[in-house]
């Protein structure tokens, strides 16, 4: 199993980040087919062979994502593809 874990910085306020989080989550799902739920500030998500979380704060935007065998092959990939996506919805 490979684990994918991002902080990215930002100064949005709390409505623009959260809008912010879920454009992240919305890409996740359409490439990997997740289901997303908000649970507070933290946006979980998940399907077989991957789960994790965006958890909000002020002023960071923490992702935690966990693969399954198969898409572990893939986390390098993953990994920057979501990173390029957090630094372009929340550092504008």
């Known amino acids: 199993m490979a684990d994918i874990n991002l902080i990215q910085e930002h100064k949005l306020a709390p409505q623009q980040a959260r809008e912010a989080a879920q454009q992240v989550a919305d890409k996740l799902a359409e490439q990997f087919e997740l289901d997303c739920r908000w ?24 992702l935690q994502i966990a693969l399954g065998f198969l898409f572990s092959a893939f986390s390098a990939q993953i990994e920057a593809k979501v990173a390029a996506k957090m630094r372009q919805v929340f550092v504008p």
Not at 46 to 51: A, C
Request: net charge neutral; hydrophobic share 30%; glycine share 12%.
């Open 39 to 62: 649970d507070g500030d933290v946006l979980r998500f998940e399907r077989s062979g991957v789960n994790g979380s965006l958890t909000l704060r002020p002023n960071q935007a923490q």
